[in-house]
């Protein structure tokens, strides 16, 4: 197995762990409970996967470039929110909202990878422009709006001994 490809299977593997997470700690936020443990998974692997997604080869700018480039600038306040403030005041909706976001274009880049690589995806949307493809991206933003309303109206962490 070649380096990239090497890089490429923990990218692919370590994004999947981070989806995994990401939807105990959704569960967890519009259920109105701390899952600290899913928490600090979906935050590790969501940080290995935006670190590693730089590490590709590219030439000049790509749209995996800039998702990267925003995630990184939602990634840390929102770790600045859970692990510094601890979700204290104004830090708690940083917290959902960042942690949602990084959820979100964890999912997008899945959907849109999906259409690329699963052969019958790819058949449906051969150049990834068709309608289908914005049509799941778009039930995909729906959904995580839907799930950011809850949190926001539901999750009241306690602050002492986070």
Excluded at 17 to 42: E, M, N, Q
Excluded at 97 to 117: D, H, I, P, R
Aim: glycine content about 10%; hydrophobic content about 60%; proline content about 5%.
């Amino acid at each position: 197995m070649s380096g990239i490809a090497a890089l490429t299977l923990f990218h692919v593997i370590v994004s999947l762990i981070a989806i995994v997470a990401g939807v105990a700690l959704a569960y967890g936020l519009i259920s109105g409970k701390r899952f600290d443990r899913w928490t600090a998974l979906f935050m590790l692997t969501t940080a290995v996967t935006v670190l590693t997604g730089f590490v590709f080869p590219y030439n000049g700018f790509t749209p995996g470039i800039g998702v990267g480039i925003i995630c990184v600038l939602v990634f840390i306040p929102t770790a600045l929110a859970r692990y510094r403030f601890g979700m204290a005041g104004f830090w708690r909706p940083v917290f959902i909202v960042g942690a949602l976001a990084l959820f979100y274009f964890n999912c997008l880049v899945f959907v849109v990878q999906s259409f690329q690589k699963i052969t019958p995806l790819n058949a449906l949307a051969p150049t990834g422009g068709e309608p289908i493809v914005g049509i799941v991206q778009a039930i995909v933003f729906l959904a995580f709006l839907i799930v950011g309303y809850l949190s926001l109206r539901r999750f009241r962490p306690v602050v002492a001994g986070f």
